[in-house]
């Protein structure tokens, strides 16, 4: 198993992290309104698909377009905390940082990065990582990633937790 291989499972696991979290703020987004919902729900069904996708491979499938669409996601993420969005029940009011936010944002973060890093021309014959370090940094990956979802996801609504944000009574722990 070489590095690339180490930091492409590094990928996936991240990608499964932000889409399961996404997938647990998916009820207080249907709350607000039915169109952050379903862009919730559509975000979450892809970073869990490609996460299923890049695990099962050798290679990271669509590295240029994940990393596009994952560092837009990062955008809008940081408008709606910022500015807010120009549309929706509360057009132009800015969010409060969740917990749930934060972490699938370091997650798509690492998306990012690993991604980058996997994909990165290797010189011939990269050398092969033993089975005993390759097998420690590939759970240290998955159990970071794991450390990271579960508070996350414990935060939203999902896990019993809600938060409220702006001056509405609606409640909301977040997302991007």
Same mark, same amino acid.
């Given at each position: 198993m070489t590095r690339s291989d180490v +930091? /492409?499972?590094w990928a996936g696991f991240a990608s499964l992290g932000a889409g399961l979290v996404h997938f647990s +703020?998916? /009820?207080e987004h249907l709350d607000e309104w039915w169109l952050f919902g379903v862009f919730f729900i559509g975000l979450g069904t892809m970073q869990v698909l490609w996460a299923v996708a890049t695990l099962a491979r050798d290679r990271v499938p669509f590295p240029r377009l994940i990393v596009l669409a994952t560092t837009m996601t990062l955008v809008l993420w940081a408008v709606t905390r910022t500015v807010g969005l120009p549309v929706g029940p509360e057009p *132009?009011? %800015?969010e409060s940082a969740g917990l749930s936010d934060v972490v699938a944002g370091v997650l798509e973060l690492v998306v990012v990065l690993a991604v980058l890093a996997a994909t990165r021309q290797r010189p011939a014959g990269e050398p092969r990582r033993s089975t005993p370090v390759a097998v420690s940094l590939l759970a240290f990956g998955a159990l970071a990633v794991? %450390?990271?979802t579960v508070p996350a996801i414990a935060s939203s609504s %999902? *896990? *019993? #937790?809600v938060h409220? #944000? *702006?001056l509405g009574p609606r409640s909301s722990a977040g997302g991007p």
């Amino acid at each position: 198993m070489t590095r690339s291989d180490v +930091v /492409r499972c590094w990928a996936g696991f991240a990608s499964l992290g932000a889409g399961l979290v996404h997938f647990s +703020v998916v /009820r207080e987004h249907l709350d607000e309104w039915w169109l952050f919902g379903v862009f919730f729900i559509g975000l979450g069904t892809m970073q869990v698909l490609w996460a299923v996708a890049t695990l099962a491979r050798d290679r990271v499938p669509f590295p240029r377009l994940i990393v596009l669409a994952t560092t837009m996601t990062l955008v809008l993420w940081a408008v709606t905390r910022t500015v807010g969005l120009p549309v929706g029940p509360e057009p *132009g009011e %800015a969010e409060s940082a969740g917990l749930s936010d934060v972490v699938a944002g370091v997650l798509e973060l690492v998306v990012v990065l690993a991604v980058l890093a996997a994909t990165r021309q290797r010189p011939a014959g990269e050398p092969r990582r033993s089975t005993p370090v390759a097998v420690s940094l590939l759970a240290f990956g998955a159990l970071a990633v794991s %450390a990271l979802t579960v508070p996350a996801i414990a935060s939203s609504s %999902a *896990g *019993g #937790h809600v938060h409220t #944000h *702006g001056l509405g009574p609606r409640s909301s722990a977040g997302g991007p």
